[in-house]
């Protein structure tokens, strides 16, 4: 019903920069709450920023200062600028909405996930 595809995965060298982005699609009558998480091998997925319909972002302590979160409301998408990039940063990120879509003429709301982009630090 809902699909979202990330972009601009990579590798960069620990002090670079790479920008993400994440494009929402399908039956679509509203997107809440959008974020970036990420994983490792072993790891749970955490939280890296997440940023409400109405613009008032939070970030994980980790990325503070080097992560910026934005979204496009009209064009239902969300990116993630990243700087300062450390090799600790090194994981599979993961696109997050909150959506409202529309399915038999019925609303419903749920969280959907995209299938995740590799970003490498290297050191």
């Known amino acids: 019903q809902v699909q979202l595809v990330e972009s601009g995965g990579g590798l960069v060298q620990a002090g670079g920069s790479l920008r993400l982005s994440c494009a929402a699609s399908g039956s679509i009558f509203s997107i809440h709450a959008m974020g970036w998480y990420r994983q490792t091998p072993g790891k749970q997925r955490e939280l890296v920023a997440i940023?409400?319909?109405?613009?008032?972002?939070n970030y994980a302590d980790a990325v503070k200062g080097r992560l910026t979160i934005s979204r496009d409301n009209a064009k239902n998408t969300v990116s993630l600028q990243m700087n300062s990039l450390r090799p600790e940063d090194t994981a599979v990120y993961y696109c997050?909405?909150?959506?409202?879509?529309?399915?038999?003429?019925?609303?419903?709301?749920?969280?959907?996930w995209g299938q995740g982009t590799q970003v490498t630090v290297s050191s």
């Open positions: 940023i409400p319909s109405g613009g008032n972002p």
């Open positions: 997050n909405a909150r959506v409202t879509y529309n399915r038999h003429g019925y609303e419903y709301t749920g969280d959907y």
